[in-house]
């Protein structure tokens, strides 16, 4: 079992930078896949990011590639988002999840959710 809560969001101005960070506890932090995902209002929830492992494996959608960057501690159990340059369509509650399954992008590949922190980017 693993319990994962997200911080970090807030509201911003377009082109501020937040960093959101996913702490974990319970088990194996370091066996799990780290994802971060999104959901808008009226949308479904939309895959970000993952990192790997050992975090040298990582895959961005598109959107925010160039924008977003993720990492992991294992030492500490966390893993972050650095969102730079924010965009008002950046505006989403931000969900982490946990899979053992690499390359995964679909929500229902992760086992283990947050319960979000919300991002609201003015223009």
């Known amino acids: 079992q693993v319990q994962l809560v997200e911080s970090g969001g807030g509201l911003a101005q377009a082109g501020d930078s937040l960093r959101l960070s996913c702490v974990a506890s319970?088990?194996?932090?370091?066996?799990?896949?780290m994802g971060w995902f999104r959901q808008a209002p009226g949308k479904e929830r939309e895959f970000v990011a993952y990192i790997g492992w050992s975090g040298d494996s990582t895959y961005y959608t598109d959107s925010v590639k160039g924008r977003f960057t993720i990492s992991r501690d294992n030492a500490k159990n966390t893993v972050f988002l650095q969102v730079n340059s924010l965009k008002p369509e950046d505006t989403a509650v931000y969900y982490c999840?946990?899979?053992?399954?690499?390359?995964?992008?679909?929500?229902?590949?992760?086992?283990?959710w947050g319960q979000g922190t919300q991002v609201t980017v003015s223009s």
């Open positions: 999840g946990a899979t053992s399954i690499l390359g995964v992008r679909e929500p229902k590949y992760y086992t283990y």
């Open positions: 319970g088990r194996s932090f370091s066996s799990y896949v």
